[in-house]
């Protein structure tokens, strides 16, 4: 296997872990969220998780396509603590914004060294910025 592509099957590794950590924390803070809002923010933050974790099944197979096997380390502590709203969606925009940033790191590194992996990525940060922008708009007011 080339250098090239096993650093491209390192950052998707990274990419398949961050999708599931969001999984993960999207449901901590669907089910720690409390408030007068707490149905409706529930609804969504559990939106969101689903949507992260087939982004984590888009992304491992891709991995799989590139010849290597998902692997998955985690470490994950979160605290028992109750959360609202706001700040539910606040730690949801800080998380996501960070895979958004890890997308584009691996979209410059493929460059166009692999277009068909470049297409896929390109797609990922275009969806990823709109998670990020509704989360943003959510936060307004
Ligand atoms: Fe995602």
Known sequence: MSMAKE????????????????????????????????LLVRKVLLEN????????????????????????ELKLHLAPEKTNAKEAIRTALAFETAALDAYRDLLEKVGNKDVALEEFLRAQVALESQHVAELELLLEG
């Open 7 to 38: 650093e491209f099957l390192r950052g998707l590794n990274e990419l398949f872990a961050e999708e599931l950590e969001a999984g993960i924390r999207y449901l901590h803070l669907a089910v720690t969220v409390t408030g007068l809002d707490r």
């Open 49 to 72: 998780m689903n949507e992260t974790l087939e982004h984590a099944q888009v992304v491992a197979d891709k991995i799989l396509q590139l010849g290597g096997v998902p692997k998955l």
